[in-house]
Nanobody, 118 residues
């Protein structure tokens, strides 16, 4: 069982920055595929960014050039640096860990609210 705890959400004005953190339990963090998802009110949960154990990254088109995902394997933590925030970024942000071996179990954090508003 892997437990994920997110932090760093809050209220920010458009154009501002926030950094989300997600710390995982367990001994094999460096091998996990780590992802950030978000879910806006009334909408489906969507993938924002992902990072492999070897730090290969992918981003949704809506956040490319503004968000950066990174990880610190020594601290079992993944980060999402969000720049130039827009009102459309308002959502609950969830951390997800996918185990790299069969049965490729996924774990979710409880989420952290990000609100972008003036």
């Amino acid at each position: 069982q892997v437990q994920l705890v997110e932090s760093g959400g809050g209220l920010m004005q458009p154009g501002g920055s926030l950094r989300l953190s997600c710390t995982a339990s367990g001994s094999f963090f460096s091998s996990y595929l780590m992802r950030w998802y978000r879910q806006a009110p009334g909408q489906e949960r969507v993938l924002v960014a992902s990072i492999t154990g070897r730090c290969g990254t992918n981003y949704a088109d809506s956040v490319k050039g503004r968000f950066t995902i990174s990880r610190d394997n020594d601290k079992n933590t993944v980060f999402l640096q969000m720049e130039n925030l827009k009102p459309d970024d308002t959502a609950v942000y969830y951390c997800n860990a996918k185990i790299s071996s069969f049965p490729y179990t996924q774990y979710w954090g409880r989420g952290t609210q990000v609100t972008v508003s003036s």
